[in-house]
């Protein structure tokens, strides 16, 4: 079956532009999960949505940053007024349950502020 | 807090030759741990998990770990690495609440024709 995608693949914008990275989860999960993986900072996990629970926000690093979740599926991650810190890799992952489970990993999202 | 160290940045190992890759975590009950192996410019690949019971996990490619609690330690083995095995490889582990991943720093390996 299909795995989690996310587009764009790679995105280059200016400093102080917004930009918005998607992705569509696997058919069926209930739990998704963006994290950013950048040369300093590794892996850091940044939102995490369950079913129609509210979303834990607790890895978001600044308010410029927020996402949605649409009927339960595809999200959408926002980052405002971009800065050249914001340079990363974005990945999604999805899992069947919000419970300790794998977590399956979309290509990324390759980000650069300039 | 709870953590997961990768004690290793690089590693480097010849083709044919066995691999162990460290990982070490701090975590009050038992945790459940997994390994996921990137290779350049893509996502996260599952290599294996650890939930419960048995403590010494197979998984895809050739790979398995042991969970020993003792030391802590969920360490990935491989008895011959294949060149196309290069690649960066991430130990992870979810936290108390069982949503997020925690990972440790990763560990590059290289394979030496």
């Known amino acids: 079956g299909a795995g989690v995608s996310q587009s764009p693949s790679n995105k280059v914008t200016e400093k102080g532009k917004d930009v918005e990275l998607r992705c569509d989860p696997i058919?069926?999960?209930?739990?998704l999960y963006w994290y950013r993986q950048s040369l300093g900072q590794g892996l850091e996990f940044l939102i995490y949505?369950?079913?129609?629970?509210?979303?834990?926000k607790s890895g978001l690093p600044s308010d410029r940053f927020s996402a949605e979740r649409t009927g339960g599926s595809v999200s959408t991650l926002t980052i405002q007024r971009t800065q050249q810190e914001d340079s990363a890799v974005y990945l999604c992952?999805?899992?069947?349950?919000?419970?300790?489970?794998?977590?399956?990993f979309g290509p990324g999202t390759r980000l650069t502020v300039l | 807090a709870q953590s997961v160290t990768q004690p290793d940045i690089h590693i480097t190992v010849s083709e044919g030759a066995s691999l162990e890759l460290r990982c070490n975590y701090s975590?009050?009950?038992?945790?459940?741990l997994f390994w996921y192996v990137q290779s350049p410019g893509q996502g996260l690949q599952l290599l294996l998990k650890?939930?419960?019971?048995?403590?010494l996990v197979q998984g895809i490619k050739g790979f398995e770990a042991e969970f020993k609690r003792s030391q802590s330690s969920f360490n990935l083995r491989k008895p011959s690495v294949h060149w196309s095995d290069a690649a960066e490889y991430f130990c992870?582990?979810?936290?108390?609440?069982?949503?997020?991943?925690?990972f440790g720093g990763g560990t590059r390996l290289m394979v030496k024709p």
């Open positions: 650890y939930f419960s019971g048995d403590t």
């Open positions: 975590y009050g009950a038992t945790p459940y």
């Open positions: 992870a582990a979810p936290d108390n609440a069982g949503n997020m991943l925690t």
């Open positions: 058919s069926g999960h209930t739990a």
């Open positions: 992952a999805s899992s069947l349950t919000g419970q300790p489970d794998t977590q399956y």
């Open positions: 949505f369950q079913g129609n629970s509210a979303p834990d």
